[in-house]
């Protein structure tokens, strides 16, 4: 019984670890861009452009707030 709990444990670490990756390999290729929270894409120039001009703002790793169409040309 107490080899099943052992085995139990590490698919459980097993899972964990998995999903870890995936979030650090999700996190590593949105570098490239912004997410808003309606899920859609938006270049890092224009990210960054209305993080300085105040319009938007990080919260958890989605930009919100208003990005300006001129400077969008993800």
Do not use: C, W
């Amino acid at each position: 019984m107490a080899s099943l709990l052992l085995k139990r444990r590490q698919g459980h670490a097993l899972r964990y670890l998995l999903l870890e990756m995936a979030t650090h390999q999700r996190a590593a290729t949105t570098l490239a861009g912004f997410q808003t929270i309606d899920g859609e894409m938006v270049s890092y120039i224009a990210g960054e452009q209305a993080i300085r001009s105040g319009t938007a703002v990080l919260i958890g790793g989605l930009l919100v707030g208003t990005v300006l169409p001129q400077f969008d040309n993800y």
